[in-house]
């Protein structure tokens, strides 16, 4: 197996983002990362996204082609894109998906995000 190193990162605020949409809070975090290791949306041959609830909480089961496809990593690039699910260590497990998939050699560079947006629903459903 290969070593691997996390090159780039950024995270949002966290917080009540009523006008924000979960794909714009992924973008705002990804396309920080991306900055942040100086690598351009080409060089990305893998995309993993952590999320828990989509479906309960934005109504989008397939987070991770929707992600893809509104960041243009799948319209222009045609990058994979996995979405896992582990409650809670969702985006800690999209981390540990995205390790196996460059320290086996199948993938060089990769962006593995958690992202979850529970303001759109109340507190009874974001809590259940």
Same mark, same amino acid.
């Given at each position: 197996?290969?070593?691997?190193?996390?090159? @780039?990162?950024?995270?949002?605020?966290?917080?009540?983002?009523?006008?924000?949409?979960?794909?714009?809070?992924?973008?705002?975090?990804?396309? *920080?990362?991306?900055?942040?290791?100086?690598?351009? &949306? =080409?060089?990305?041959?893998?995309?993993?996204? @952590?999320?828990?609830?989509?479906?309960?909480?934005? =109504?989008? =089961?397939?987070?991770?082609?929707?992600?893809?496809?509104?960041? *243009?990593?799948?319209?222009?690039?045609? +990058?994979?894109?996995?979405?896992? =699910?582990?409650?809670?260590?969702?985006? &800690?497990?999209?981390?540990?998906?995205?390790?196996?998939?460059?320290? $086996?050699?199948?993938?060089?560079?990769? +962006?593995?995000?958690?992202?979850?947006?529970?303001?759109?629903? $109340?507190?009874?459903?974001?809590?259940?």
């Amino acid at each position: 197996m290969r070593d691997v190193a996390i090159i @780039g990162v950024k995270n949002t605020n966290f917080g009540e983002k009523w006008d924000v949409s979960f794909r714009d809070i992924f973008v705002e975090a990804g396309a *920080g990362s991306l900055q942040d290791a100086g690598v351009a &949306g =080409e060089d990305i041959d893998g995309l993993y996204v @952590g999320n828990m609830s989509g479906g309960q909480f934005v =109504e989008q =089961e397939h987070i991770g082609a929707l992600i893809a496809d509104y960041s *243009g990593l799948a319209k222009n690039l045609n +990058v994979p894109s996995t979405r896992v =699910e582990a409650a809670c260590a969702s985006g &800690g497990l999209a981390l540990r998906q995205a390790i196996f998939g460059v320290a $086996s050699g199948y993938q060089d560079i990769v +962006v593995a995000a958690g992202v979850e947006k529970m303001t759109d629903v $109340s507190s009874a459903v974001a809590s259940a």
